[in-house]
């Protein structure tokens, strides 16, 4: 019988005390629709690896950015992305928003595996952007 894998504590990664205040937040959209059904999916990947608090944590990944470094952060640390979604941290009131690894990266959190903060998350999402800094790499399919 195999032992269950450790999570890792998403404790452990939280930088200081950044604010997400006048943040604005870009989400790598997918090739496919990205609906209620990815989200959570994408959701649960994390709980599988992390905890926080001790317990399960359900979230998504983005970069934040000011306006001053909104193209950079495209240019750098989603040009591999074609398309995204520009978030205000206005727009997602009332979800927690952490600033983890590395920076520009923070976590999106939810309180579980479903609820009704995955609409009002998706309903912030707005348009869907192109990058304009997307760079095809000979050999990878686009994303």
Not at 46 to 70: H, K, P, Q
Not at 71 to 77: E, F, G, I, N
């Amino acid at each position: 019988m195999t032992e269950p894998i450790a999570k890792l504590r998403l404790e452990d990664v939280l930088r200081g005390t950044e604010s997400p205040d006048d943040l604005v937040f870009l989400l790598r959209a997918g090739d496919q629709d990205d609906n209620l059904d990815r989200l959570q999916h994408q959701a649960a990947r994390l709980s599988r690896r992390y905890t926080l608090g001790g317990v399960d944590c359900y979230g998504v990944s983005a970069f934040a950015a000011t306006e001053e470094s909104e193209a950079w952060v495209l240019a750098t640390k989603m040009d591999v992305r074609r398309r995204y979604y520009r978030i205000t941290s206005a727009d997602v009131a009332g979800l927690r928003l952490l600033p983890t690894f590395t920076a520009p990266h923070w976590t999106v959190l939810f309180s579980g595996p479903d609820g009704p903060e995955y609409k009002a998350f998706l309903d912030a999402l707005g348009d869907l952007r192109e990058n304009p800094y997307w760079k095809r790499t000979a050999g990878r399919r686009p994303r």
